[in-house]
């Protein structure tokens, strides 16, 4: 009877100690997949954040551009403007610095 009981308690030790490394193998499946679902969705929003900053970019440079373009053709204007100066109005434009000069300073 004691024999008996001494096997009995044996082998409820050995159920629990293989219930006890189920529980644990248990937890270590979850936790690997809790990881890994972890790891998934962690790309996920680094992917959608990257498309994200992607398209807010490709916005600005369209608005900048867009905002730009009246200026550059006004500069361009003026340029060919500049660059279409008569010799004579170029000369007018040369004789009114060196008399605002000449004025300014009196000396020359």
Same mark, same amino acid.
């Given at each position: 009877?004691? %024999? ?30 809790? @990881? ?7 790309? %996920? ?9 992607? @398209?807010?970019?490709?916005?600005? %440079?369209?608005?900048?551009? @867009? /905002? /730009? ?13 500049? @660059? ?15 008399? %605002? ?8």
């Amino acid at each position: 009877m004691a %024999r008996d009981a001494i096997l009995s308690v044996k082998e409820a030790e050995q159920q629990v100690k293989e219930m006890v490394e189920e529980v644990v193998q248990a937890a270590k499946n979850s936790k690997e997949e809790m @990881t890994r679902k972890a790891e998934e969705e962690h790309n %996920r929003i680094v992917n959608e954040a990257e498309i994200n900053a992607k @398209t807010i970019k490709d916005d600005a %440079r369209k608005e900048g551009e @867009t /905002a /730009a373009k009246p200026i550059l053709e006004n500069g361009k204007s003026d340029a060919e403007s500049i @660059t279409n100066i008569s010799d004579a109005e170029l000369g007018k434009a040369v004789n009114i610095i060196i008399e %605002r000069i000449v004025n300014a300073d009196g000396n020359s």
